[in-house]
Structures are given as C-alpha cells and as structure tokens.
C-alpha cells in the first residue's frame, strides 16, 4: 500500500530563516512525487515534482526538495522564507499505475514578522 | 502550461437539494479525471475517478448514488451531489490526468455549503 507521512502537522518560521518541511512515503517502487501549496480557501499549486533523474529539484518561488530514496523522503526546502509563503503544503504520491494519487496530512507553515 | 477549471467556485443550497459541479480540462484532453473531498484542516480524499465513457471508479466508503459522477467528454466530467445534507459540505477538488503525462493538474475547487 501507498502512503505519505508529514510529521509536522504546523510550523512557525521567523521571516527570513529557512524552512524545511518533512515528508515521507512509502511505495514498492520509485514513485512520483509532488509538492503542492494551497491558500486558504484556495486550489492547490503545484511548487515542484518529482519523476526521475537529479535528486534535488528545483520548483517556483524558491523552493527545491531532494528525494532520497534511502530514507524514503522528499523534503522540501526553502532558504529564506517570505511572509507571504505562509500556507498549508501537501506532499503528494502518484503510484505507477498513475491513477491513485495520495496525499500527506498536510503541514501549516506561518510566518512570523 | 495545463488549466482545469471547476464552476461553480462556491455553492449554497439547501438540504435535500442536488447540487452539480463541471470540472473541465481547458487546453488539453483528459480521459481520467479525479474527484477529491476536503474537510476544514485536513488533507484531500480521493473519492471517484472519472473515466471519459465509463462508469465511474468510487472509493471504499464513498456512496456511488449519492455522489453521481458523468464524465460524456473527454473535457468534462461532473460531480452532482444528490439529496444533499449539512455533513456534505465541504471543498471539492477535481483533477484531470492529460493522456500523455504522469500527472494531474488540479482545479481551483468548489466550496459546497448545505444550510
């Protein structure tokens, strides 16, 4: 079975600081995986992804995650946070047959000023 | 870059009415679609996936005659909430998988509010 794991249910950065937001998951095979940020009351938006090839992918806004498949994760990461990246993010899971996409729990980022 | 839209983007009905939601791929193909519930403060279920031309695929405990899924074109799929009730409330998402990519792109939502 498929599944994605994000420890922190909510996270407080100081604006500025860095940000690393974790996620693990587990899947019999490489899956694909994605970061998605969502606003309140919003859609999701798609930050980076995950298919194949260099570990470390870069995504919008500044944000890169790594997949390293020894420990299962895909964390994502930030160097120096803006106020305005407080939002809920989702990591996300799509098994090889491409049909069933999971989602974590979701994380809650707020930025202190 | 692949758009989905949804409409309405928020609903208010009352309880026992059916409400009807459009989900469309804008600028490509989609012969899956995906239908996906959220709750306040918590993460996306995946409650239908839509084939283009076929029954529908419902998710353990999501109540096929309730949640009434069509999917006539490969642009469109609709999500109609049937006899709807307060506990049906919530912010539905839908997603459509273009044909050639290992991805789903995500409409902007709907806000479903039943009084």
């Known amino acids: 079975a498929q599944s994605v794991t994000q420890p922190d249910i909510h996270i407080t950065v100081s604006e500025g600081a860095s940000l690393e937001l974790r996620c693990n998951y587990s899947y019999g095979a490489t899956p694909y995986l994605f970061w998605y940020v969502q606003s309140p009351g919003q859609g999701l938006q798609l930050l980076l992804k995950y298919f194949s090839g260099d570990t470390l992918v870069q995504g919008i806004k500044g944000f890169e995650a790594e997949f390293k498949r020894s420990q299962s994760s895909f964390n994502l990461r930030k160097p120096s946070v803006h106020w305005s990246d407080a939002a809920e993010y989702f990591c996300a899971l799509l098994g090889y047959n491409n049909n069933d996409m999971r989602f974590g729990a979701g994380t809650r980022l707020t930025v202190k000023p | 870059g692949a758009v989905v839209s949804q409409h309405p983007s928020w609903v208010i009905c009352k309880s026992g009415t059916s409400v009807k939601i459009e989900c469309r791929s804008l600028?490509?193909?989609?012969?899956?679609m995906f239908w996906y519930r959220q709750f306040p403060k918590q993460s996306l279920m995946l409650m239908a996936t839509s084939n283009e031309g076929s029954k529908a695929t419902y998710e353990q405990g999501v109540e096929k005659d309730k949640f009434l899924i069509n999917h006539a074109s490969l642009t469109l799929s609709t999500l109609t909430v049937t006899s709807a009730h307060p506990e049906d409330s919530s912010f539905y998402i839908c997603s459509a998988r273009e044909d050639s990519y290992n991805e789903q792109f995500f409409g902007p939502g709907t806000r479903l509010t039943v009084l």
């Open positions: 600028d490509f193909q989609a012969t899956t």
